[in-house]
Every structure is written in C-alpha cells, then in structure tokens.
C-alpha cells in the first residue's frame, strides 16, 4: 500500500453505488462501511464545507476541489483506515 490516499480514491470509497455523486446516506453508510467514526454533526459539516451548490449531493468535482484543501487530514483517515482495517 503506498502512503497517499487521493480525493479520487476516498470518493470511490463512498461512492457505493458509483452514481458519481454523494448523497447524504451514501457518505453515511460508507463510513460505516470503512469503519469511519461520524455523527449528524460531521456531515453537516461536510456537506456545507463541500456542497458548494447546495444541491444535496456532493459531486466527484465538489469531493475533490473539499478534498485538496483537506490533504492533511485525509492523511489521517488514510491512518485511520489502515489501523482499523
Ligand atoms: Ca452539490
């Protein structure tokens, strides 16, 4: 396993259904599917940090432009994901 995790790869990760968008259940249930600690306080504000359109869904486009600004801390999901897994 090499030590960068991408915005590209974390979203393909939540993206169960691979529908290209994040609803607000699919980032739920792909946390709990990477065994990510959440709660209803995380995803509001992950989806007003990263919905910039306010659709409710968060795009690849929208993931990857929340993503780069978050480097450091998908560095530690990255270390959460590996010591949980
Ligand atoms: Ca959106």
Redesign the pocket.
């Known amino acids: 396993m090499t030590d960068i995790v991408t915005g590209q790869d974390l979203f393909d990760a939540l993206d169960i259904n691979s529908s290209q968008?994040l609803s607000r259940d699919e980032v739920i249930l792909g946390l709990d599917k990477l065994h990510l600690p959440h709660d209803d306080e995380n995803i509001d504000t992950l989806f007003a940090e990263?919905?910039?359109?306010?659709?409710?869904?968060?795009?690849r486009k929208?993931f990857i432009s929340y993503a780069k600004e978050r480097t450091h801390n998908l560095h530690l999901v990255r270390n959460i994901i590996i010591t949980y897994s």
Request: charged fraction near 40%; charge should be negative.
């Open positions: 968008t990263a919905d910039d359109d306010n659709d409710g869904m968060i795009s929208e």
